[in-house]
Nanobody, 119 residues
Framework: QVQLVESGGGLVQPGGSLRLSCATSSLIFSNYDMSWYRQAPGKERELVASITSTSGGTNYVDSVKGRFTISRDNAKNTVYLQMNSLKPEDTAVYYC????????????WGQGTQVTVSS
């Protein structure tokens, strides 16, 4: 059974930073494009950032550009989301997603980690 395990969420003041991690031991990690999504109460889940399996190319939703950085360490089977200059509107449950670079039907989700930005 595939498991993606997120960690690093919590409560932080506006302007603060958090680093989320998503680790797996049950995938050939280097074959998967990795993404972070988030879902705030009453809103649809949205793609926050993604990183490809091959070139390591990245993409971000406009609202986090310049503040968030996605990265991956294939040796550790882990993807990260460094979040700086956090805003209250960043409050959400953050989910890790893995999609095989070729077989797109191979698609897995983590259980989510809560990020709350509040003073």
């Amino acid at each position: 059974q595939v498991q993606l395990v997120e960690s690093g969420g919590g409560l932080v003041q506006p302007g603060g930073s958090l680093r989320l991690s998503c680790a797996t031991s049950s995938l050939i990690f280097s074959n998967y494009d990795m993404s972070w999504y988030r879902q705030a109460p009453g809103k649809e889940r949205e793609l926050v950032a993604s990183i490809t399996s091959t070139s390591g190319g990245t993409n971000y939703v406009d609202s986090v550009k310049g503040r968030f950085t996605i990265s991956r360490d294939n040796a550790k089977n882990t993807v990260y989301l460094q979040m700086n200059s956090l805003k209250p509107e960043d409050t959400a449950v953050y989910y890790c997603n893995a999609v095989h670079r070729t077989y797109r039907i191979s698609n897995y989700w983590g259980q989510g980690t809560q990020v709350t930005v509040s003073s």
